[in-house]
């Protein structure tokens, strides 16, 4: 747990649910699973098939017999749990908490998270060992999360924490942005075939189409792609028309 959290499953209650809880922590690189009281026994069939490509993490899964033993080994331990609780602790957004959970596991400090049962959630009982609760902000009239779905959630966050990610990338397939000059000669061959066509008329308004002509192609985020093309774009169509003459 020194450099990621421990992912703690208290009580999971079916094996499906334990291996998707496993797939979407290696989705997102975590690989430290532990699960407390499986209902139906541990290794569990099911569980492998579920976990798919991910069925290294519960070769290596640690096997608790209670919440106390599962989590013993941490220093600082989040709950996760949809319900308002009697308890008086600081509660985290996933986000927020997988973000705290990093700074402390920056510190030196080992981190849990637990998940409770499908039927339920975590006791109060489990919830009292812990330091701090996150809380999914849920529709309150349907709060339940299923448990792979709150893995998932969570795992999410500790990638977003640790991880630059960039929040608007451009796919390029294949070409590069632009540069100026290949913009510059594109405007060049356009002005000049549309001022054989004739277009720019009348007179006295010419160099003002002509301004606005070259502001639209400094307004558009051309690659060369787009480049080449408008070029042959406009060559056939010169060539049409002399055909057609």
Same mark, same amino acid.
């Not at 290696?26 to 699960?35: A, I, K, Q, T």
């Not at 809380?135 to 309150?140: D, K």
């Not at 998932?152 to 966050?157: D, K, S």
């Given at each position: 747990m020194t450099d990621q959290p421990a992912f703690v499953l208290i009580r999971p209650q079916m094996?499906?649910?334990i291996g998707a809880a496993a797939r979407a922590m290696?989705?997102?690189?975590?690989?430290?699973?532990?699960?407390a009281a499986p209902r139906d026994g541990w290794p569990n069939a099911r569980a492998v098939a579920m976990a798919s490509g991910a069925g290294r993490l519960l070769d290596e899964a640690r096997l608790a017999a209670?919440? %106390? @033993?599962?989590i013993g080994e941490a220093q600082y331990v989040y709950a996760t749990t949809a319900r308002q609780r009697d308890l008086t602790k600081p509660v985290f957004t996933p986000e927020a908490a997988m973000q705290d959970a990093a700074a402390r596991i920056a510190r030196g400090e080992r981190v849990a998270v637990m998940f409770g049962p499908e039927r339920a959630g975590l006791e109060n009982d489990d919830i009292a060992r812990a330091n701090?609760?996150?809380?999914?902000?849920?529709?309150?009239e349907f709060p339940s999360l299923n448990l792979a779905q709150c893995v998932?959630?969570?795992?999410?966050?500790w990638r977003r924490a640790t991880e630059e990610t960039e929040a608007v990338t451009t796919e390029m397939a294949g070409t590069e942005w632009?540069?100026?000059?290949?913009?510059?000669?594109? %405007? @060049?061959?356009?002005?000049?075939?549309?001022?054989?066509?004739?277009?720019?008329?009348?007179?006295?308004?010419?160099?003002?189409?002509?301004?606005t002509l070259r502001n639209l192609w400094s307004r558009m985020p051309l690659t060369r792609a787009d480049i080449q093309v408008l070029h042959g774009i406009l060559r056939q169509m010169v060539r049409w028309k002399e055909r057609g003459d």
């Open positions: 094996g499906e649910n290696w989705n997102f690189g975590l690989d430290r699973m532990c699960v209670t919440t %106390a @033993e599962a701090a609760i996150i809380s999914v902000p849920v529709n309150p998932l959630l969570t795992a999410y966050e632009a540069s100026q000059i290949e913009v510059e000669k594109l %405007a @060049e061959h356009y002005e000049d075939r549309l001022t054989e066509a004739g277009f720019f008329f009348p007179e006295t308004k010419a160099e003002g189409m002509k301004r």
